[in-house]
Every structure is written in C-alpha cells, then in structure tokens.
T-cell receptor
C-alpha cells in the first residue's frame, strides 16, 4: 500500500510563473491537508479538503493560492504569480477520516524555489 | 482549536530517557493528543496518540494527567537517530484541521 505521494519533489520557478503541486493520498483516504514549512520553522496549516470539497482554508493566503481535490485524481495546490516568499517546502498529508484515529500520513514534501 | 506550548529545544545524551512536555490549557472534551516526529527534509511521522492516562507503544510513552491540560512524551534510551523536531498536536481527530505548533528540537549528543 503506497504512502502519500507528492510530486514534484523539487520545483524551481521564476517570479510571476505558476507552481502546481500534486498530492496523491494513501489508498482509501478521502481527507487531504496541505502545510507549508519555511526553513527552520514549524508546519503552517494551509487547507483541509475532502473529495470535491474544501472544508477549511483558513490558512490559505487570500490571493494567488488555491487548492482542489477532485473526485478523480490527486489533490493540487496551485500558486499563481509566485514570489520569492513562496519558496518553502509544501507537505501534503492524508487521513481516512470517519472512524480512524486521526493519524495523519505525510508525504515527503515538494520543495519550491522561486528565483 | 487548543493551542499548545512546548520547549523550543532540548539536549540529551545517548542512552538517556527524554521527556518532552506540552501544555494545552484549553483542551476540549473531544480533543485527542498526538505527537509527531520530523527529520530534516522529511514529512512528519506519527509517534503516538492518547486521550487520557498513559499510552505506550514500541517507540514511546505518552503520559496525560487527569486534567488533560498537559501531556508528556517519553522517549526511552534515546539514540543519535532520535535527533529531530517533535510536535504536539491537540484536536478532534475526526476530520478537523490539525494545527502544528513550532515543535521541540531535540538534539541527542554522543
């Protein structure tokens, strides 16, 4: 049973370009979380999604950032018109929800570098 | 969501027992306490979860007093490979967002 898969692992963009980060949750998991981590800092919650629904996006910047988790396919975190401050590691986690224990399973992260 | 407070960093030596305490004064009735471990350049990994009293697994123990306003993660006989950041989370495990605090950076010295 494959774990949470994130791609790309590393992404380099120039200012003003778009970044798309993908996350495939563990098989059978319908809850996805996105976190951002700056170097030497903790994880910052961004958004929590269930299939086709955004449940909580209180940690998402109001502009340029969006997330989706379609019925088919991976969850996608999209950053438009990237700026240098967007450089960070973006982690995705999934859980089964419902009767599970609430354990989050994390991917290895996608590291975005904005030049 | 309950806010958590942990020491920023701790140092220990190989073979010692390490206890990391987390304060969560406004924990709610439905909240569980969960600890994660994160190595550099990796995603966090679940260590242990509990609701009250004591929980033990092959990796660690979690002590939760009756008032549940704090919890202590205990790592027996740490090794160099236990050097990592340890996060305490408090929240309803059934689908809410999980908010991480800054964590405790544990350094295990030889």
């Amino acid at each position: 049973n494959a774990g949470v898969m994130q791609n790309p692992r590393h992404l380099v963009r120039r200012r003003g370009q778009e970044a798309r980060l993908r996350c495939s949750p563990m098989k059978g998991h319908s809850h996805v979380y996105w976190y951002r981590q700056l170097p030497e800092e903790g994880l910052k919650f961004m958004v929590y999604l269930q299939k086709e629904n955004i449940i909580d996006e209180s940690g998402m910047p109001k502009e340029r950032f969006s997330a989706e988790f379609p019925k088919e396919g991976p969850s996608i975190l999209r950053i438009q018109q990237v700026v240098r401050g967007d450089s960070a590691a973006y982690f995705c986690a999934s859980s089964g929800g419902g009767a599970n224990t609430g354990e989050l399973f994390f991917g290895e992260g996608s590291r975005l570098t904005v030049l | 969501l309950a806010k958590t407070t942990q020491p920023i960093s701790m140092d220990s030596y190989e073979g010692q027992e390490v206890n990391i305490t987390c304060s969560h004064n406004n924990i709610a009735t439905n909240d569980y306490i969960t600890w994660y471990q994160q190595f550099p350049s990796q995603g966090p990994r679940f260590i242990i979860q509990g609701y009250k009293t004591k929980v033990t697994n092959e990796v660690a123990s979690l002590f939760i007093p009756a008032d549940r306003k704090s919890s202590t993660l205990s790592l027996p006989r740490v090794s160099l490979s236990d050097t990592a950041v340890y996060y305490c989370l408090v929240g309803d495990p059934y689908g809410q967002n999980f908010v991480f605090g800054p964590g405790t950076r544990l350094s295990v010295l030889p």
